[in-house]
């Protein structure tokens, strides 16, 4: 079974500028995250979709942040402009459904750098 | 609100037993998660203990939760190198929305 898919895995930009982050969740897999992480610190939700509905995104910072399920199987996180403190990693992650599915898996990361 | 509390660092020797401690706040946890993530990789799911549970073992894991005092931990049996890594405790509060909260993470150095 494939795992979480996420691109690209490095993005370096300067700040004010714009950057995507794409993450292919594992198939069949109704509930999608979001997650950042900051060097030293643990991952911090942005966003929960279940299918292409947002169940959550209290934290995410929505005057730059943006981020979609259209179709309720990819994603895609946008940030729009960047600050130097968005310097983080991106984590993705999926899990089946609330009844049968408790595992949450996560994808390698999106590693960006804001100079 | 959810809390997940981690101490920063631990160092063992190779071929000891390691165990990592988690404080947590919600009482109402009802999975409580172990995951494991080395340099430049996401996280990897350990374990997982459901809050009905108070003990699990997985070969080298064992997993003990204290729901009196909302405490886990998770023992590494042998401890190797291989091992060394950061852990991440997560915990996800019953009913709402099935939002893991996870601590800062604890970095464990195995050394010879």
């Known amino acids: 079974e494939a795992g979480v898919a996420q691109s690209p895995r490095y993005k370096i930009i300067e700040k004010r500028q714009s950057v995507a982050f794409w993450c292919n969740p594992i198939?069949?897999?109704?509930?999608l995250y979001w997650y950042q992480q900051i060097l030293g610190q643990g991952p911090k939700l942005l966003i929960q979709f279940q299918n292409n509905g947002v169940v959550d995104d209290s934290q995410l910072p929505k005057d730059r942040f943006s981020a979609e399920r259209l179709k309720g199987v990819d994603s895609t996180l946008k940030i729009q402009p960047a600050k130097l403190e968005d310097s983080a990693v991106y984590l993705c992650a999926s899990r089946q459904d609330r009844i049968s599915g408790n595992t949450i898996y996560f994808g390698e990361g999106s590693w960006l750098t804001v100079v | 609100g959810e809390d997940v509390e981690q101490s920063l660092f631990l160092s063992v020797r190779e071929g000891d037993s390691s165990v990592i401690n988690c404080t947590y706040t919600?009482?109402?946890?009802?999975?409580l998660y172990w995951y494991k993530q080395e340099p430049g990789a996401g996280l990897q799911l350990l374990t997982y203990i459901f809050s009905n549970m108070d003990m699990k073992q997985d070969q080298r894991l064992t997993v003990l939760l204290n729901k009196k005092d909302k405490h886990l931990s998770l023992r590494i049996a042998d401890t190797q190198t291989g091992d060394s890594a950061i852990y991440f405790c997560?915990?996800?509060?019953?009913?709402?929305?099935?939002?893991?909260?996870f601590g800062r993470g604890t970095s464990l150095i195995v050394h010879p």
């Open positions: 198939s069949g897999h109704a509930t």
């Open positions: 997560a915990e996800i509060p019953s009913g709402g929305s099935y939002i893991p909260t």
């Open positions: 919600d009482s109402s946890s009802t999975y």
